[in-house]
């Protein structure tokens, strides 16, 4: 439940024309009281015999009623109350029983104090009620409403609890402009699935991703088909930015723009300009490695931001709030960019996580930038290594990707908690799970490669491997054994031995550096992190298999058995898709 208190305003009649009119786009539908001061208020709705003006002066009648010097320059008070869109649809009798507990906590009125002001809520929709009231009481004495915002915001979290609505946390104002319910029509009469805001923010977000100046900004807002109008100040220096959707056009006939600051706070121009801005700041050593080395193949694209992201979680885990910050926000970044260019089994799970994470990606905690360039270039280079492929090393390492973004996310959900932000953690938990789903679709087939090539290993080196695990994660051991996933990290380890490296002590480095409570498959993950720390080929669909001594033989015909487990011998189980 949203409750929002407009504007103060000199002109009751004009407001109440507005309630119970039309609607600027003829949304409004049916409008009638459902509260009002003394229960027995005039229904020009539904009432034939009264009128607007009649409801008007008895709402006016206590302003009237005092000297004109003491009234209110602005005594029309107004409130909106709304539900979300997946909370059931409230009667007309609870929508004024919330009347009378808003107008109540802001101290409009209370009968219990006695003289109160006077007030009406109209309803001219399933999912809210505006109330209005004039600011001077019955009694002549104008109300205290310091705190007003405040208190009706807390009134509203006891309301959810008790009509089994949505729980929304308190918010900090960094969030975006929620679309207007003028907006949400537009959208469902013309057959949009979200309104143009919405679509504006997405597309603006996306175009920012990676970006390094004002140019290459508009370039991309202008590829992405927007309508651009830039303001400038007289000498010329760039301002401000406002963007239209093509089709999105008002009453005249005329694209509807929407100022960059309007659509969040982050995408603002001078926001905006702060992030390639912040770039020319030296980077600490520790995180230069992380630095991707430039645009390739998608693939290529790909292990860079594995990389990146995996640097980026021991900052948000450890670092200061500040540089914390900074990386938050450039994850939102990094998810955008790889959503635009991803595969289409994957592409709607990415962008449901790309808007979930945008809450996630501001509080009020300002970002110092500069910190995060290597994820800053990673989104970078994902974008200009354009989309990948669902399958071979694409694939294969759009799931590496995602795997250490979902840690990433995950660790931005715990750091906002700490913070008490409850909205971003909350935003943050969505995103991760929206990551889940896109990591299992893009899992499946390189997993069922290497499930089936540890399905093959010889049983000497299966039962040499099982040793080294144990010696190498005692504590992990037996989890990982009873996991699906096992063969196909038994695969792994076989391929980082014949390659050269000491399985053990990477095995235990992968496991050690970040934490494994939130997998759903630890051996999943493991797989990852090993295959990207030991610089192995993400899809091993094309490789040779390895034989009892850690030595390859000859490539065995590649077949479609590579992309899901063949029969199964009896009590034998094929590999679940989990994280």
Not at 111 to 133: K, L, N, S
Not at 216 to 228: K, N, P, S, T, Y
Request: aromatic share 4%; glycine share 8%.
């Amino acid at each position: 439940m949203i409750p929002r208190i407009q504007k103060r305003g000199q002109r009751t009649i004009g407001l109440l024309y507005y309630l119970y009119g039309p609607g600027k786009f003829e949304e409004h539908s049916d409008p009638h009281l459902v509260a009002s001061w003394d229960h027995n208020a005039p229904d020009p709705g539904r009432d034939a015999t009264a009128t607007l003006k009649q409801l008007q002066q008895l709402l006016d009648q206590p302003v009237e009623n005092i000297d004109p010097s003491q009234r209110p320059k602005k005594h029309v008070w107004h409130l909106s109350v709304r539900n979300g869109g997946e909370d059931r649809i409230l009667s007309d009798q609870e929508w004024g029983d919330v009347a009378r507990r808003m107008v109540a906590a802001a101290g409009i009125d209370d009968p219990e104090a006695g003289a109160g002001c006077r007030w009406a809520a109209v309803r001219h929709a399933d999912d809210h009620i505006h109330i209005v009231a004039t600011l001077v009481r019955e009694d002549g004495y104008k109300p205290d409403l310091d705190n007003d915002a405040i208190r009706v915001q807390a009134q509203a979290r006891v309301l959810e609890a008790e009509l089994g609505l949505r729980r929304l946390h308190k918010g900090d104002g960094t969030a975006a402009k929620r679309p207007t319910s003028a907006e949400r029509h537009k959208a469902q009469r013309q057959g949009r699935e979200r309104t143009a805001r919405e679509e504006l923010r997405e597309t603006v977000r996306r175009a920012v991703a990676g970006a390094r100046s004002d140019e290459e900004f508009f370039d991309r807002l202008a590829a992405a088909g927007l309508l651009i109008r830039k303001r400038a100040a007289p000498s010329g220096d760039l301002l401000g930015y406002k963007v239209a959707l093509p089709d999105d056009l008002n009453k005249d006939g005329e694209p509807v723009f929407y100022p960059g600051a309007r659509l969040a706070p982050d995408l603002s121009l001078p926001r905006i300009r702060e992030r390639w801005t912040g770039e020319a700041q030296d980077v600490p050593a520790a995180q230069k490695e992380a630095i991707p080395t430039g645009p390739g193949s998608p693939a290529a694209a790909r292990r860079g931001t594995a990389s990146a992201v995996w640097q980026a979680v021991l900052v948000i885990e450890h670092g200061d709030d500040a540089v914390a910050a900074a990386h938050i926000a450039a994850a939102g970044e990094v998810v955008d960019a790889l959503a635009k260019t991803s595969a289409a089994h994957t592409r709607r799970e990415l962008r449901d996580a790309a808007t979930a994470f945008e809450r996630a990606s501001r509080s009020h905690i300002r970002a110092v930038r500069g910190h995060d360039r290597a994820l800053r270039q990673a989104a970078r280079d994902l974008v200009q290594g354009g989309p990948a492929l669902g399958r071979g090393e694409d694939g294969a390492t759009t799931a590496m990707a995602i795997d250490m973004l979902f840690f990433l996310i995950t660790a931005a959900a715990h750091w906002h908690a700490r913070k008490g932000h409850a909205q971003q953690a909350e935003a943050a938990a969505r995103a991760a799970e929206h990551l889940r789903t896109a990591y299992q679709a893009a899992a499946a087939q390189p997993l069922g490669v290497l499930y089936q090539r540890g399905r093959r290993l010889s049983r000497p080196m299966l039962q040499r491997q099982t040793v080294l695990l144990r010696e190498a994660l005692p504590e992990l051991a037996e989890q990982i054994l009873a996991e699906p996933g096992w063969y196909a990290l038994a695969a792994t380890i076989a391929e980082a031995e014949a390659a050269g490296h000491d399985p053990a002590a990477l095995l235990t480095d992968v496991a050690a550096r970040r934490e494994l409570g939130t997998a759903d498959s630890v051996s999943d993950v493991l797989v990852w992190r090993m295959r990207r720390t030991a610089d192995l080929p993400a899809d091993a669909s094309h490789l040779p298999e390895t034989n009892t001594a850690g030595n390859r033989s000859t490539t065995r015909g590649t077949t479609t058995r590579h992309s899901t487990p063949g029969r199964r011998r009896s009590g034998e189980e094929t590999p679940r898709k989990t994280r």
